[in-house]
């Protein structure tokens, strides 16, 4: 896993997004990379095995994956 983001999901969601590694999950307004909120809930995914585990096997939410690749290409997005 990348050391600059954190990997986190949705309640219910299909797909894992990237937190600034900085950023608390266990805040509503919290953006990931591509500006989504988990509102009305909380990311899923730092808490316990299980979720780890699943934040890891679900693909990447294609935007933050494009954020972060802008941002190591020397660039920040935001």
């Known amino acids: ?3 600059d ?4 999901y949705t309640d219910g969601g299909t797909v894992a997004h990237f937190l600034d590694v900085l950023q608390s999950p ?8 591509c500006g989504r909120t988990p ?6 995914g730092t808490g316990s095995q299980d979720e780890e585990e699943r934040a890891i ?3 990447v939410c294609s935007q933050c ?3 972060l690749t ?3 290409n ?4 935001r």
């Open 57 to 59: 096997d679900l693909r």
């Open 39 to 44: 509102w009305p809930g909380l990311w899923h």
């Open 1 to 3: 896993m990348d050391d």
């Open 65 to 67: 994956q494009a954020v």
């Open 5 to 8: 983001v954190t990997r986190v």
């Open 70 to 72: 802008h941002r190591r």
């Open 74 to 77: 020397g660039y920040l997005s």
């Open 26 to 33: 266990n805040a509503s307004d919290t953006e990931a990379l």
